[in-house]
C-alpha cells in the first residue's frame, strides 16, 4: 500500500518562508510524477509544481521565481520551498504521485498540509 506523507505546514507571516515535504511509501512504487496542488476555501484545487523523475518542472505563474521544488528519488520525497510567502499563498497544500505499481497507472494523493500567510 502506498502512502503519501506530508509535513511542513504552519502559520507565517508575508514575506516569510516555509518548506514542505511529502515522502512516499511503498517499496514497488516509483513515481513518475510528484508535486504539490492547493485548495483555498471556496475555490478549487490548483497545480502549484509537479516535477519528473528526470527533473523536468511545471510551475504555476503565480508561484514562479518564489516556489523552488525539488525532489529525491532514492527516497520517494519531494520538497517544496516556499519564499516570499503572499496571504494569497494560503490554502491546504496536497502532495501528488503518479506512476506505476504492478505496471498499473495510479494515482496518490497525500491527507494535506494547512499553509496560512498572514498580512
Known amino acids: 500500500q502506498v502512502q503519501l506523507v506530508e509535513s511542513g505546514g504552519g502559520l507565517v507571516q508575508a514575506g516569510g518562508s516555509l518548506r514542505l515535504s511529502c515522502a512516499a511509501s511503498?517499496?514497488?512504487?516509483?513515481?513518475?510524477?510528484m508535486g504539490w496542488y492547493r485548495q483555498a476555501p471556496g475555490k478549487q484545487r490548483e497545480l502549484v509544481v509537479v516535477?519528473?523523475?528526470?527533473?523536468?518542472?511545471n510551475y504555476a505563474d503565480s508561484v514562479k521565481g518564489r516556489f523552488t521544488i525539488s525532489r529525491d528519488n532514492a527516497k520517494n520525497t519531494v520538497y517544496l520551498q516556499m519564499n516570499s510567502l503572499k496571504p494569497e499563498d494560503t490554502a491546504v497544500y496536497y502532495c501528488?504521485?503518479?506512476?506505476?505499481?504492478?505496471?498499473?497507472?495510479?494515482?496518490?494523493w497525500g491527507q494535506g498540509t494547512q499553509v496560512t500567510v498572514s498580512s
Open positions: 511503498g517499496s514497488r512504487f516509483s513515481p513518475n510524477t
Open positions: 501528488n504521485a503518479r506512476g506505476f505499481l504492478y505496471s498499473v497507472e495510479v494515482v496518490y
Open positions: 516535477i519528473t523523475s528526470g527533473g523536468f518542472t
